[in-house]
């Protein structure tokens, strides 16, 4: 599990496609500090698991399903990417639940700069829209965001986030240009409730439990 605090800003060295998966290194020297094989390490948001690392960078495998659901397809030698260890038992939870498991891609439809935070608004697809809400938490390429607003409009939905300095300075999102796509993972408490309603029968009614004996 992750929260969504952006530990690094890597690099990607290489991308090696197959048939239906690939290959990806990237260059994280914090991140591998003290990674083993078989651990887990949040890419733009996507859970991948090591196995080869060196002191300055690691490689993973990348499914058929990830790159179907994910931009992670679309990287090239040089790109940056957002990195975070899984958390430990005993960190701080600085950001919200989140899995590395991505629901759907979106892009970036505008950018409205203010002093020193930065507005940017999303496209948001049909079936994740009904999941996010203002103020709800929103996971954008592995960072954890809180939704400033949302609405919809002929091209469709639509959310938007308020980024910091740190944000912008920090993780790829200061560097996203209008039209650049991005991982998007809702909240997954949204997804149990909705689960919970549609499949847990009507609970009994008072007059069918049994009589307790005086």
């Known amino acids: 599990m992750f ?7 890597g690099h990607v060295v290489a991308l090696e496609r197959g048939a239906d998966s690939a290959r990806l290194t990237v260059a994280g020297p914090l991140v591998v500090s003290d990674a083993v094989h078989g651990a887990s390490i949040s890419v733009n948001g996507v859970c991948l698991t090591v196995v080869e690392h060196d002191a300055e960078q690691f490689t993973v495998d990348v499914m058929a399903e990830s790159l179907a659901r994910t931009s992670l397809g679309a990287l090239s030698p040089g790109d940056r990417v957002n990195l975070e260890r899984a958390m430990a038992a005993g960190g701080r939870f600085g950001g919200h639940v989140v899995q590395g ?28 829209a009904r999941y996010v809400v203002e103020k709800g938490s929103i996971t954008v390429d592995g960072v954890s965001l809180t939704v400033s607003a949302i609405g919809a409009d002929d091209a469709g939905d639509w959310f938007e ?15 996203k240009v209008v039209g650049d796509p991005v ?7 949204a997804k149990y409730v909705e689960r919970l309603l549609v499949t847990t029968p009507n609970p009994p009614s008072t007059t069918d439990s049994q009589e307790i004996p005086a």
């Open 161 to 175: 986030v308020s980024l910091i300095p740190t944000t912008l300075a920090l993780t790829t999102l200061g560097h």
């Open 101 to 128: 498991h991505v629901d759907g891609t979106a892009r970036i439809l505008q950018r409205t700069p203010g002093d020193r935070w930065e507005v940017v608004r999303f496209s948001l697809g049909a079936d994740l």
């Open 183 to 189: 991982n998007l993972e809702v909240d997954v408490l």
């Open 3 to 9: 929260t969504g605090i952006v530990e690094e800003l």
